[in-house]
């Protein structure tokens, strides 16, 4: 099963609004990772944050992590409909050497 | 190059041929993974190359799949027998530690289609 699981499998939105996707793990993690998938091509990594931090933002993307929920979220503010794309988490176990991907959100930004 | 780089970006098989997928990493990056991706659905790990190192294999859904990486660079994922099921698209990635700690690159990808 995946390590990874986002919430919601599709979300849909005006532009302007904020969007906000959640990700559920299952194991204890080293970091965790967000990637943006557009056309169902390669993945753009987006943001790192590692299991000792709360907290990160880059630009409009802000990232929070619950290590004792096992769960982190996404927010994205101002959405624009150039932000219409797939996103997946994804999750390094301490001890592993890959990542594992949760299936991701599908977010439909409307102009 | 500036990023990874994925050749054919599209194949079309008949069931039953063999393919091979390769991936050019960005140079310097040690650690080199392949992916599937089935429609809709998330990523598969199916290889992981670090260094000189063995491969971690674990992925690999049958002993139909198999790939290695040149001079700890190049890498080509050879599909034998190719069945149906085998249709996604199967992206490559690099990073420049093997803990990944610093994001994936990845590729633009490759979409098999097996008729």
């Known amino acids: 099963s995946q390590q990874g699981e986002e919430d919601p499998q599709a979300l849909s939105i005006q532009e302007g609004e904020n969007a906000t996707m959640n990700c559920s793990y299952k194991?204890?993690?080293?970091?965790l990772q967000w990637y943006r998938q557009n056309s169902g091509r390669g993945l753009v990594h987006l943001i790192l944050?590692?299991?000792?931090?709360r907290e990160k933002h880059s630009g409009r993307l802000r990232v929070t992590l619950d290590t004792s929920k096992k769960s982190s979220s996404l927010l994205i503010t101002a959405s624009r409909a150039a932000d219409t794309a797939s996103y997946f988490c994804a999750t390094k176990e301490n001890y592993g050497q890959n990542f594992v991907f949760g299936p991701g959100t599908r977010l439909s930004v409307l102009p | 190059g500036a990023g990874v780089s994925q050749s054919p970006s599209n194949k079309v098989t008949e069931k039953g041929k063999d393919v091979e997928l390769r991936c050019d990493p960005i140079?310097?990056?040690?650690?080199l993974y392949w992916y599937r991706q089935s429609l809709g659905q998330g990523l598969e790990f199916l290889i992981y190359?670090?260094?000189?190192?063995?491969?971690?294999k674990s992925g690999l859904p049958s002993d139909r799949f198999s790939a290695e990486r040149t001079g700890g660079s190049v890498s080509t994922l050879t599909i034998q027998r190719t069945q149906q099921e085998d249709s996604a698209v199967y992206l490559c990635a690099s990073s420049l530690l093997g803990q990944g700690d610093y994001g994936y690159t990845f590729g633009s990808g490759t979409r098999l289609t097996v008729v």
């Open positions: 944050i590692r299991s000792n931090e």
């Open positions: 140079s310097g990056h040690t650690a």
């Open positions: 190359f670090q260094g000189n190192s063995a491969p971690d």
């Open positions: 194991t204890s993690i080293n970091n």
